[in-house]
């Protein structure tokens, strides 16, 4: 079997990053397309524009909020008018999912500018595109990784600190997840197996965000710059990003995948209901209870959820929680485990989890 290593062309983080954008993307070419919603348009349009110099062209268009086929080839039509030669996808997961796949179709360069580290969307060649009512289609394996990775650190430091938690969600179950698909033989997203160097990033990550997690969502919270922050956010979009797609991904996305598939509109970032997922997990694999203390110690000094109540899901009962096992079981993620995963047992996780 082939082990590969897949990871974004370039990859630059620091405080301010976003002034040495023309620096890193001048040999793309002179026209940009650049992908971002109403909010962060609005945020950023004048920053970039002073970044660049006059003999560059940026042409912004507005992403409607859900990554779905329709928005993808809308942009499309809209970029191709504009003859663009670069695309840059400036936002969250969803609005990075978009670019991705509108970058894709265009066949041009990519730019990825995340404006949160809420997931590890975006150093992948995955692209998750979702139902026009916000639930989960698909997931597509693109033919490339983005060319360039940006990461802003200021920028994140100014976001919302849920985007943060979420992220670290997210991230928490790149190891165990890899550790999973490692032990059943399960193939990655390249159609191979993890490298050691592939593997070895996840553990990486997890040991990161153990030792500095709780300080970054503090500077967060406080707004000031720290060295755990810069750290917290190599780990929730790097390292992660990278591991999870060259390892696979298990129940912790199952579950994700089930939540969405059963619950709409869905009340919770993608992060979060992962790191509920990861628990799911970690109980469905017997974990010790050792170990199960320190990471349930984890989850509520980081404020990450441990139950659907802190999801923002209410009216749980035994007939929704036969439903969403139901919908976990039917994910093709469950295949990834070392086990066979069946309904009644992930329905006994969710109702000791529910207390019900």
């Given at each position: 079997?082939?082990?590969?290593?897949?990871?974004?062309?370039k990859y630059f983080q620091c405080k301010n990053a976003l002034?040495?954008?023309?620096?890193?993307?001048?040999?793309?070419?002179?026209?940009?397309?650049?992908?971002?919603?109403?909010?962060?348009?609005?945020?950023?349009?004048?920053?970039?524009?002073?970044?660049?110099?006059?003999?560059?062209?940026?042409?912004?268009?507005?992403?409607?909020?859900?990554?779905?086929?329709?928005?993808?080839?809308?942009?499309?039509?809209?970029?191709?008018?504009?003859?663009?030669?670069?695309?840059?996808?400036?936002?969250?997961?969803?609005?990075?999912?978009?670019?991705?796949?509108?970058?894709?179709?265009?066949?041009?360069?990519?730019?990825?500018?995340?404006?949160?580290?809420?997931?590890?969307?975006?150093?992948?060649?995955?692209?998750?595109?979702?139902?026009?009512?916000?639930?989960?289609?698909?997931?597509?394996?693109?033919?490339?990784?983005?060319?360039?990775?940006?990461?802003?650190?200021?920028?994140?430091?100014?976001?919302?600190?849920?985007?943060?938690?979420?992220?670290?969600?997210?991230?928490?179950?790149?190891?165990?997840?890899?550790?999973?698909?490692?032990?059943?033989?399960?193939?990655?997203?390249?159609?191979?197996?993890?490298?050691?160097?592939?593997?070895?990033?996840?553990?990486?990550?997890?040991?990161?965000?153990?030792?500095?997690?709780?300080?970054?969502?503090?500077?967060?919270?406080?707004?000031?710059?720290?060295?755990?922050?810069?750290?917290?956010?190599?780990?929730?979009?790097?390292?992660?990003?990278?591991?999870?797609?060259?390892?696979?991904?298990?129940?912790?996305?199952?579950?994700?995948?089930?939540?969405?598939?059963?619950?709409?509109?869905?009340?919770?970032?993608?992060?979060?209901?992962?790191?509920?997922?990861?628990?799911?997990?970690?109980?469905?694999?017997?974990?010790?209870?050792?170990?199960?203390?320190?990471?349930?110690?984890?989850?509520?000094?980081?404020?990450?959820?441990?139950?659907?109540?802190?999801?923002?899901?209410?009216?749980?009962?035994?007939?929704?929680?036969e439903q969403i096992a139901i919908a976990i079981c039917n994910?093709?993620?469950?295949?990834?485990?070392?086990?066979?995963?069946?309904?009644?047992?992930?329905?006994?996780?969710?109702?000791?989890?529910?207390?019900?």
């Amino acid at each position: 079997m082939i082990s590969v290593l897949t990871t974004p062309g370039k990859y630059f983080q620091c405080k301010n990053a976003l002034a040495y954008l023309p620096k890193y993307t001048n040999y793309m070419g002179d026209t940009f397309a650049i992908i971002c919603d109403k909010f962060v348009m609005k945020m950023l349009r004048e920053l970039l524009i002073s970044v660049f110099d006059n003999n560059i062209t940026l042409e912004f268009f507005e992403f409607n909020g859900e990554s779905t086929w329709k928005e993808a080839n809308q942009l499309v039509e809209q970029i191709q008018k504009k003859s663009c030669e670069v695309v840059i996808g400036l936002g969250g997961g969803k609005t990075i999912d978009t670019a991705k796949l509108v970058s894709d179709l265009c066949d041009l360069p990519l730019v990825i500018i995340p404006t949160v580290a809420s997931s590890d969307a975006p150093c992948s060649s995955i692209s998750v595109v979702y139902n026009e009512d916000g639930s989960f289609k698909e997931a597509i394996k693109l033919d490339r990784n983005p060319d360039i990775v940006l990461v802003d650190t200021e920028i994140i430091l100014n976001a919302p600190v849920r985007t943060l938690i979420a992220g670290i969600g997210d991230a928490f179950s790149t190891y165990y997840e890899a550790r999973a698909c490692r032990q059943s033989g399960a193939l990655n997203f390249s159609g191979g197996v993890a490298t050691e160097a592939g593997f070895e990033l996840t553990r990486l990550c997890r040991d990161i965000l153990f030792e500095y997690a709780e300080q970054a969502k503090h500077a967060v919270e406080n707004r000031y710059w720290c060295e755990e922050l810069e750290k917290v956010v190599e780990a929730n979009i790097y390292l992660s990003g990278v591991g999870f797609e060259n390892n696979g991904c298990a129940i912790a996305h199952a579950v994700y995948n089930g939540l969405t598939a059963i619950i709409s509109p869905f009340p919770a970032l993608h992060g979060e209901a992962v790191a509920y997922g990861t628990y799911v997990q970690l109980l469905m694999e017997g974990t010790s209870n050792e170990e199960m203390a320190k990471i349930t110690d984890f989850y509520h000094a980081t404020g990450m959820p441990t139950s659907l109540k802190e999801l923002g899901i209410s009216d749980v009962n035994l007939d929704l929680l036969e439903q969403i096992a139901i919908a976990i079981c039917n994910t093709k993620h469950v295949k990834n485990m070392p086990f066979e995963v069946k309904m009644d047992q992930v329905k006994l996780v969710l109702q000791q989890l529910e207390g019900i």
